[in-house]
């Protein structure tokens, strides 16, 4: 990791160099923030800058690249109507990640004992899933129908790195 320290900053307080070079995009990680030299605004590519993805990373990252879309356009959706299909896309997407799991050695999406980016990439995106899709769409993880991610999101949920790190629910 990284040492950082997290500046809040209001739309109207950005500084110049977000602005022109990131569109003012946030969150935004720079070793100069005065200036913004080296500046990073893709939540991607700065878990990257501070966690190097190993191959094994790449790999699980690469696997459930649908799985954000997948969620993002369930929880979205404002037609009941939609929700169905829409689920069902999610419960494909959790399918890859259920067959991923019991096809590796460790706890974590890399095969092994040390949570790497592919945890942080996926585990955010199973606690929108989790948190946002309760109330917003009555989901209840099904957990029964996909174990293996049932006992990594536990698993993963419970780090320090994880869990000190999230949104409040």
């Not at 501070?50 to 649908?66: Q, R």
């Not at 109507?81 to 991923?100: F, I, N, R, S, W």
Request: proline letters at 9%; hydrophobic letters at 35%; one cysteine or more.
């Amino acid at each position: 990791g990284k040492d950082y320290v997290l500046k809040p900053t209001r739309p109207d307080d950005k500084p110049e160099w977000l602005l022109e070079k990131h569109g003012g995009s946030m969150p935004c990680l720079t070793e100069d923030p005065d200036g913004g030299t080296g500046a990073v605004s893709e939540s991607a590519k700065i878990a990257a800058a501070a966690l190097p993805p190993t191959p094994a990373d790449d790999a699980a990252i690469a696997l459930t690249k649908g799985l954000f879309p997948a969620i993002a356009n369930f929880i979205k959706n404002s037609n009941r109507g939609d929700d169905e299909p829409m689920l069902k896309t999610v419960k494909a997407e959790l399918l890859k990640l259920e067959k991923h799991l019991g096809s590796i050695e460790g706890p974590y999406l890399s095969g092994t004992d040390t949570l790497g980016l592919s945890d942080c990439f996926v585990a955010t995106k199973l606690y929108v899933l989790l948190y946002a899709g309760a109330p917003l769409k009555e989901f209840a993880f099904p957990n029964k129908e996909f174990p293996k991610v049932d006992a990594y999101i536990v698993k993963v949920f419970s780090t320090p790195q994880f869990w000190e790190t999230r949104y409040d629910e």
